[in-house]
């Protein structure tokens, strides 16, 4: 009954009111309640968790767990508002420890279904029990001493039929659960984690030794065999995990799993990162996918935005972006993490000592150059035909050995990359070689520009011809002058070194698109990416091009030295591989 003191219209509301109040921001599903009861199970050190539900959990929700369990003291003070085991100050709120807290969920639960909690001590004879009905604890009783805690949540919603209407079908409600508890396991690999429903198994996790093992339960290997490994530090953060790499990123987001000091969390932030640590490694339509786990100073971290704590708040919001992102990028490069305290030699061009970077791409100098160098020369037989489309040859970077075997239709490469088979599309890889000196040219923006003997001119609408003029000193610090010519047409007088001969025309559509788009992309560098990813495309050597031997074997080492990269800047693949013990098991040769 709502309480006044006659007099006005402001009232006090009953306790019972107050903490479905409560529940109602704890409590949505019974997924909720599942969350909460594992994240104490956790807390208490448990080594093996079970979660038996039955009718979606509205009939029952059982976990039960081998942790340090309660004294008959603390059991009834567990169902008390504003009661924890977690804070002993609100110092402590700033630097949580543990799975808590926003606040603690076992009053709210008790306030919307029928609890019974079992629990007792490692040390102890005898162990509790007792009841609580409509929030209120009732007399604790003896029970067998095993240590540990079950608690049975019943009738849940019992009270709010209106919460109870708006759930969704049993079986939705399963699946949200089995989500809740795979995502636990996901975060605590040395903890064996089972469910049952309805009395039938759906999981059962045991405990292994690392994060890498429980993916492999809970996705299967098959996943992994598509992943590529990360691992970045920052002073005061880390992120390890594993990522899918290019060629299978799909158009579904599963699994997209992030885990900031074993929690589940969904972070704009994060995913923003991976976005962009993808880039251009990914297809149109396809999207990342991944298990990181981001490990952070919990001082530098706010795990209280949110009620159920899916969500949390960094102090240097900006650092995290940056390591997330720069982790997936190295890792889809096959490129070795540089440590924490150096500067990414990719963006600056400097190493951490002041001296240039070993990453400076060689073949776009600062300067054009009056004339071609002498060592390009010095080999008339040796200077290959597809070097020639661009403005200086490549850079021999000695590599494992590769071995050119030939050409399929003038398109596909194939070559011997160690012991492997290699077949490659030669359009896309020297795209993505292109693409790579460019970026890097870019990152220490030094893009050197070449000038057209005779500049192209080209015939736009007033509309496009506007569009340009309005990035035109932007294109310029991407090595691209243009210049309006009459109403609309414009001339196009330098382009990066390296592109070689490009058809002028075709390029400013493409580069029209792009500019397009610019108003809706987050970031200069995605900026840049766009128009830079156009200019390779535009640069690379096109299907249906002869290329001799000596040809291909340049190609093919300067793909390697770019990472082996197994996409184009625009997303298609760029190679296939069949490796020795591959081609042994094909024709039937192992066990010989």
């Known amino acids: 009954m709502l309480t006044t003191d006659g007099r006005g219209k402001i009232c006090i509301l009953p306790d019972e009111v107050i903490g479905r109040i409560a529940a109602g921001e704890v409590v949505e599903r019974p997924a909720a309640v599942v969350k909460e009861l594992l994240e104490n199970s956790i807390d208490a050190g448990s080594h093996a968790i079970t979660v038996d539900v039955k009718d979606g959990g509205l009939s029952l929700i059982r976990v039960t767990d081998d942790g340090e369990g309660m004294s008959r003291d603390d059991a009834p003070h567990a169902f008390q508002r504003h009661a924890t085991s977690k804070l002993r100050s609100d110092v402590d709120l700033w630097s949580i420890r543990t799975m808590g807290f926003r606040g603690e969920a076992l009053p709210s639960i008790a306030a919307v279904a029928h609890v019974r909690l079992r629990t007792a001590t490692r040390s102890a004879e005898v162990g509790t029990e007792l009841e609580v009905v409509g929030g209120v604890v009732g007399n604790s009783t003896d029970a067998p001493p095993v240590a540990g805690t079950r608690i049975d949540v019943a009738d849940l919603f019992h009270n709010q039929p209106a919460r109870k209407k708006f759930l969704k079908s049993i079986a939705t409600e399963c699946s949200h659960i089995i989500r809740v508890v795979q995502q636990a396991a996901l975060a605590w690999p040395s903890i064996q984690f089972r469910l049952t429903h309805n009395a039938q198994e759906l999981l059962n996790h045991p405990a292994v030794h690392s994060e890498r093992d429980r993916i492999a339960q809970v996705y299967r290997p098959a996943f992994l065999n598509q992943c590529v490994s990360l691992q970045a530090a920052l002073p005061g953060m880390a992120v390890t995990g594993y990522i899918v790499d290019a060629i299978h990123a799909k158009s579904s987001r599963t699994p997209q799993e992030l885990f900031v000091n074993r929690r589940p969390i969904r972070s704009l932030a994060v995913s923003h990162a991976v976005g962009e640590g993808y880039g251009s490694f990914v297809a149109k339509g396809c999207h990342p996918r991944f298990v990181l786990f981001l490990e952070v100073d919990p001082d530098c971290v706010d795990v209280n935005v949110h009620p159920t704590k899916r969500e949390v708040r960094f102090a240097d919001n900006e650092a995290v972006h940056q390591l997330v992102r720069r982790a997936v990028r190295q890792a889809l490069s096959k490129e070795e993490l540089t440590d924490a305290s150096r500067t990414d030699a990719r963006f600056t061009g400097t190493s951490h000592d002041g001296s240039r970077s070993l990453a400076e791409p060689s073949s776009l100098p600062e300067s054009v150059p009056t004339s071609p160098p002498p060592s390009a020369w010095q080999d008339a037989e040796a200077q290959l035909a597809f070097v020639s489309e661009a403005a200086e040859p490549y850079a021999r970077v000695p590599t494992t050995e590769v071995i050119a075997l030939g050409q399929i239709n003038r398109t596909f490469l194939v070559a011997q990359v160690g012991g492997d088979l290699t077949v490659i599309d030669q359009h896309t890889a020297h795209e993505r070689v292109l693409f790579e000196r460019l970026f890097r040219a870019w990152g220490t923006r030094k893009i050197a520009a070449q000038a057209l003997l005779i500049p192209d001119p080209v015939e736009l609408s007033p509309a496009q011809a506007g569009l340009l003029q309005r990035y035109q000193s932007d294109l310029e610090q991407l090595g691209i002058e243009i210049e309006p010519f009459g109403t609309s047409t414009v001339l196009v007088r330098s382009t990066p070194i390296g592109l070689g ?67 184009c800047p625009h997303g298609r693949r760029t190679s296939f591989r069949l490796t020795t013990d591959e081609l042994e098991k094909m024709f039937g040769r192992v066990g010989w």
């Open 501 to 567: 001969r490009i058809d002028a025309g075709m390029f400013l559509q493409d580069l029209i698109e792009d500019l397009t788009q610019w108003e809706r992309l987050p970031s200069l560098e995605a900026k840049a990416r766009s128009v830079l990813a156009s200019m390779a495309c535009h640069g690379a050597v096109r299907a249906g091009r002869p290329m001799r031997l000596e040809e291909i074997k340049v190609l093919v080492e300067e793909w390697r030295s770019e990472g082996e990269i197994t996409t």
